[in-house]
C-alpha cells in the first residue's frame, strides 16, 4: 500500500490544522508519527481498521482526534490548540494486521512521505 500525507504547513499557535492520509488501498492499523529537527520519530496516534481503537501519546491526547474514512482510504489527524512544539515532519504509516494499534514505528509495515508542520508563536 502506498501513503500519501498532506495538509501540513504554517500556523499560529492555539490554531488547528487537519493532516491527511491517503491510501492506495484499504488499510488496517494507522499510525500517526512525528520527527522534530534533532529529535526522534515519536509517536502521535494510531487508529485500528474500523475506527473502534484509538490511542494517543500523552502529548497530545485531548488535543489531537485520529479518524478515518474507510470509504475514501483516508485517515485523518485533527489537531487542535497547536503548540510550538508541536512543530515536525509527520508521518502516517499502516500495518497489516487485525491485533490493536501499536505505538511504536516498527509495528508499521509501510510509510508516507511526510508533511511538515510548523507552529509559530
Known amino acids: 500500500v502506498q501513503l500519501q500525507a498532506s495538509g501540513g504547513g504554517l500556523v499560529r499557535d492555539g490554531n488547528s490544522l487537519t493532516l491527511s492520509c491517503a491510501a492506495s488501498e484499504g488499510t488496517l492499523n494507522v499510525g500517526w508519527f512525528r520527527q522534530a529537527p534533532g529529535k526522534e520519530r515519536e509517536f502521535v496516534a494510531s487508529?485500528?481498521?474500523?475506527?473502534?481503537?484509538?490511542y494517543y501519546s500523552d502529548s497530545v491526547r485531548g488535543r489531537f482526534t485520529i479518524a478515518r474514512d474507510n470509504a475514501k482510504n483516508t485517515v485523518y489527524l485533527e489537531m487542535s490548540s497547536l503548540k510550538t512544539e508541536d512543530t515536525a515532519v509527520y508521518y502516517c504509516?499502516?500495518?497489516?494486521?487485525?491485533?490493536?494499534?501499536?505505538?511504536?514505528?516498527?509495528?508499521?509495515?509501510?510509510w508516507g512521505q511526510g508533511t511538515l508542520v510548523t507552529v509559530s508563536s
Open positions: 487508529i485500528n481498521w474500523n475506527g473502534a481503537v484509538t
Open positions: 504509516a499502516s500495518d497489516k494486521s487485525y491485533r490493536l494499534p501499536r505505538t511504536y514505528a516498527t509495528a508499521y509495515d509501510s
